[in-house]
């Protein structure tokens, strides 16, 4: 049996929550998410509380461990939407190397990095991109989806090198350092 999709969802004070159809809305003071409810589940909203229900019997195996694992599944998802409509979600990304940085200009972050000509990336409907001192990156959303996703298409763009440690990285990732051709023969 799922677990954690047994657990209610509860609703911090200025969220709202409906049903509509075959889908869930979230609204609260940043905006507003849905999510589209899976097949063989129900979601319940009652007393400030969201629970979600595998509506497939036991007795069908096959359908049933589908069902369950998508259970856990909606009721993370639910919680997602419910954080990010009141805090919002938020990732910070660092840039190493010299001369590398970024700005920002109308709808489009432009990164300097090395290249033979600047990499322009379009920022998405929904997604705010903060630039702190040329290195330092902060993308900001209430869909935790979009703003990992949005993190995860800048941060390919360089990724950081082993050697020297140049590149984007998430703030706290930990980049090992491998030891060059003159690190290896000097310990003979």
């Known amino acids: 049996m799922a677990r954690l999709g047994k657990r209610p969802v ?26 589209e409810i899976f097949p063989g589940l129900s979601v319940n909203i009652e007393d400030n509380k969201i629970l979600v229900k595998n509506e497939v019997p036991e007795k069908n195996k096959k359908l049933f461990r589908k069902t369950n694992a998508l259970h856990g599944l909606l009721r993370s998802l639910i919680q997602n939407m ?16 010299v001369g590398y940085k ?3 200009k109308g709808k489009k ?6 290249f033979s000509h600047p990499v ?8 705010s991109v903060e630039v702190v001192r040329n290195t330092i990156i902060f993308i900001r959303g209430i869909d935790k989806q979009q703003v ?19 590149g984007i990285r998430y703030r706290g990732e930990y980049v090992r350092h491998k030891a060059g051709k003159a690190g290896v023969g000097a310990a003979q």
Not at 10 to 35: C, R, Y
Not at 120 to 127: A, N, Q, S
Not at 154 to 163: M, V
Request: proline fraction near 8%; aromatic fraction near 6%.
């Open 109 to 114: 972050i432009v990164l300097t990095l090395g």
């Open 102 to 104: 970024a700005e920002v």
């Open 120 to 127: 322009e990336v379009d920022i998405p409907e929904g997604i």
């Open 148 to 166: 990992g996703d949005y993190a995860a298409k800048i941060r390919k763009i360089y990724p950081p090198e082993p050697y020297k440690g140049k």
């Open 10 to 35: 509860e609703l911090p004070e200025g969220v709202k929550a409906k049903i509509e159809g075959n889908k869930i809305v979230v609204e609260g003071p940043k905006g507003k998410l849905q999510q």
């Open 82 to 97: 419910v954080i990010g409509v009141k805090d919002g979600y938020e990732k910070i990304l660092e840039i190493h190397g």
